[in-house]
């Protein structure tokens, strides 16, 4: 996977909506947080020159990069790329709609965020969808997360650590994914399942 993808929802305007959301909320915790551009890189692993761009609304970052600015910032993913301001109280609501695709596969697939809890550690609810063919690439996750995995159609390969799982519509999960990781489509025919992630915090 490529560190820019494009990032929409059913959101009129989603794109840019997301993405000003995103660039916006990452300058507004680098600055608050005093930190230089080399300081925030060190920290979470992006390059200082992607964090420009990111700042500056010139390029979107993938779900991997979300979740490295995400760990050096002291926040969650939902954090970042939600178009709503985010805050503490006591209940979030997503509408209908509104939840954005963090991924999108060459053959149509999509990875959507329904929604997440605020970081530092971080609680979070995907729906999946992959085409025949399609296949992700998770990078590694902090040592403890773990994955609960139920598969509504199709059939999910989920590779950990080299080894290959078969999980058949209806079937369910449990993984921990501070390892090498992936999701493919193992049928011939398309596969959605929803994700819960459970990353607990470094501090």
Sequence with gaps: ?????????????????????????????????????????ARCGVSKGMLVQIEQGRANPSIGTLCRLASGLGVSVA????????????IRI?????????WQGP???????????DGPGMLEQWMWE????????????????QELISV???SLMLELDGDSHVVAAGGSAHARTDCE???ACAGGRLTRFVMAVLEPSNE
Excluded: C, W
Aim: proline share 8%.
């Design 1 to 41: 996977m490529t560190e820019i993808v494009n990032i929409v929802t059913d959101h009129p305007d989603p794109a840019r909506a997301v993405h000003a959301a995103i660039a916006s909320r990452i300058a507004v915790l680098r600055k608050s947080r005093r930190l230089s551009f080399d300081q925030l890189a």
């Design 79 to 90: 954090e970042l790329v939600e178009v709503a301001e985010a805050g503490h109280r006591p």
């Design 94 to 102: 997503i509408p209908p709609g509104e939840a954005p695709i963090l």
């Design 107 to 117: 053959l149509g697939g999509t990875a959507r965020l329904l929604i997440g809890s």
């Design 130 to 145: 992959l085409h025949p063919g399609e296949r992700f690439e998770a990078q590694v996750h902090p040592f403890g997360t």
């Design 152 to 154: 509504l159609e199709g």
């Design 181 to 183: 990781h992936a999701y």
